[in-house]
């Protein structure tokens, strides 16, 4: 571990004060993979929040989170997280900045955040989770004055580890242990959380989630370093895969990420008066907030920012690795407005675009259409490059609730059609060419070149915006297994012929990486190229060991 710039932090026992409509489920940790000098106790929390009467009430366990997206055949976003220090209205600027990440995760949202009754009572911390949208999980804004205090994390959720629909995995976690309460957000996937797991099980500790973050957890609450940061420091050189992450306590905020920095987190300074400090995995995030941008969290680091002055510390995690960006951040999961690993997402896929179109031109095309929202900027540059004129042939309804689709396959094809109409006039009798960010399984895809010819095109071109997907990721994208991915199973024609147009391309590898530049070998692109930055041993043999039980 090599310190960067390291101010002494304020070592010390933190007093555990818990909230009277706490619910704590006491999680024990007998021994450890670093066995404790004493054994250690873990209480991770129920989240509650006290209802109209003011009695504890938990949010409802059977919220309808597991919808599937209207327009399914995608990877998954993984989550998104938030973390502010410094504002009187800190937990109300993590719930606004969480909307502003609502794309990253749609199943659960929570915020935990310090409280101070008096100015002579100790501080705590309290949790609002539940399942289901931000907008939903925050209506009531009496939430805001149960989450009073100057500091907060959040999360969007949508699951890569763990059960979807179980609210006791719906982040950020709030756990108590012998140093007092720390509470914790993650985004990304750990591809040794079983071993960890059973490691952790074996030596005595108990689970309360199906959540690889918990591990995170239990691995701080069972190291000996002092003080916190150190034992975060401890817990992540135990961790491999991706994460990017957000802890606090009483009085500090700490963000992390791994050495790879495969997820994105960003640190900016909010322009009030309070000049609070925000992490968040997206500018789109800090944009919403009237926060400036000041750097992105290094991959490998660990910050921290103390409450009282909001002094800014760093230590490097461990010795660098290359750094393995994940591109379909750019490609698909970002908002457009953002800037992640350093590049704007918008004039990503808009050269992403207008290559596709050098590559892959469509002779005696009539028209470039995207499919909503995704293959937009990329068809805009398709268009620009080509001098074919860009329409919306596809109308996209912002009006069909998640709830109103039951995810049983008969149904589930009626939805594109619901999420997706099209224009008759832009279409009719047309060379179409339609411009998508990926394909996956390819089922999507085929009910839009359907939707399309049915509409009376004369001819429908595909053009993808990036390379064909042939693998799995295991660093927090939730992609299907590799023999469901289309192209895996096909070669360019084959899935030409599977999804019905009358031509197909996608953006290759090499144009891909050629945009990149110098920075290419910066990125992972592991499912473009099954050139996976850490091995997926465990995820394989998972995999292998669920289907020998099939
Ligand atoms: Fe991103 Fe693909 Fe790498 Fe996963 S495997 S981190 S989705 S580029």
Redesign the pocket.
Known sequence: MAAATTTSPAAGRLPFSPHPNANPVRLSSRASLKTPSKPVSLHLRHLTVPSAAGAAAPYPDSFSSSIPDLLSDK?RDECGVVGIIGDPDASYLCSVALHALQHRGQEGAGIVSTHRPSSDSPVSLRSVTGLGLVSQVFQDKSKFDYLSGSAAIGHVRYSTAGSASSLANVQPFLAGYRFGQLAVAHNGNLVNYSSLRASLEDSGSIFNTSSDTEVILHLIANSNSRPLISRIVDACEALQG?YSLVFLTKNKLFAARDPYG?RPLVLGRLRRPSRAIVFASETCALDLIEADYEREVNPGEVIFVDGHDLSISSLCLMPPKPRKA???EHIYFALPNSIVFGRAVYSSRYSFGSTLAKESPVANADVVIPVPDSGFYAALGYASHSGVPFQQGLIRSHYVGRTFIQPEQNIRDLAVRLKLAPVKGILEGKSVVVVDDSIVRGTTSSKIVRLIKDAGAREVHMRIASPPIVGS?Y?G?D?PRSEELISNKMDVEGVRNAIGCDSLAFLSLESLRNLLGKEAPSY????FSGNYPVPPMENEADRLLAEEEE
């Open positions: 990877p991706a495969f994940c591109i379909f990721c660093y994208v992609t992972c692109d592991a499912c």
